[in-house]
């Protein structure tokens, strides 16, 4: 089932399948890539949106007032809580590994991604620099545009949380560069073009780095480059 605009698609109308209803979602059988037809029975408003306690009915073969039914999907909010509504681009899907059966109920739940300070803490150890030792020509550096020479210099800082600083020095000790990790949950790693605060390109040697966070404590490292 695939979020999509407003009238991505049409619902059957129960007992009236002359008649269409605009909907927001598109389904899709992923074995046999067919797109399938539904109807829609929205227990509120009938706006054509997909929200709790609306339920999903597979359609097949519909020729005038004949057709076949086939899996029916009911969703429901968790108890005690306001449901969160499916948006663009949201993706419901559905594997299973042996034959359906009419008695079969499947039931799944989801939840929204969050930020937790005790597990992000515990996950600062697993900060680390990439690639270490970094090599004068690496290979994997996408080249220039229309340009010759060596492609982008970088290096990464991953399994970074959502919000913190980084600031490397080198190894007297003094502030080579500062840089600010802002993004969402999904994006945790952060992009360095070996180039100073001052805009000078680095020299190659030791490097040290200090990641501080706004809430969930501090981490330190170092990385190499090389020629």
Not at 17 to 39: A, C, H, M, N, W
Not at 92 to 120: G, H, N, Q
Not at 156 to 172: E, G, K, M, S
Request: net charge negative.
């Amino acid at each position: 089932i695939r979020m999509g605009a407003p009238g991505v698609d049409s619902s059957f109308v129960q007992f009236a399948f002359e008649q269409r209803t605009p909907v927001d979602f598109e389904i899709y059988g992923v074995t046999s890539g067919l797109k399938y037809q539904f109807i829609l029975d929205e227990t509120g408003v009938p706006d054509g949106r997909l929200s709790a306690g609306d339920v999903i009915t597979l359609v097949f073969d519909p020729v005038g007032f004949r057709f076949n039914l086939g899996w029916r999907f009911t969703f429901s909010g968790p108890d005690g809580e306001s449901p969160r509504l499916p948006e663009q681009g949201d993706v419901f899907r559905l594997d299973v590994s042996k034959p359906y059966s009419s008695l079969d109920t499947i039931t799944f739940s989801t939840k929204e991604t969050r930020y937790e300070r005790e597990i992000a803490a515990s996950d600062l150890s697993n900060i680390y620099v990439v690639p270490d030792p970094y090599i004068a020509s690496a290979s994997w550096e996408r080249p220039l545009f229309n340009a010759t020479g060596r492609g982008e210099r970088r290096i990464d800082f991953v399994n970074l949380p959502p919000q913190c600083t980084i600031r490397i020095f080198n190894t007297a000790g003094k502030l080579v560069q500062v840089l600010e990790h802002d993004t969402v949950f999904e994006n945790g790693s952060e992009s360095w073009d070996l180039v100073s605060k001052d805009g000078l390109t680095v020299a190659f040697g030791v490097y040290f780095f200090h990641v501080e966070t706004p809430d969930a404590g501090e981490k330190t490292g170092k990385f190499t480059l090389i020629k």
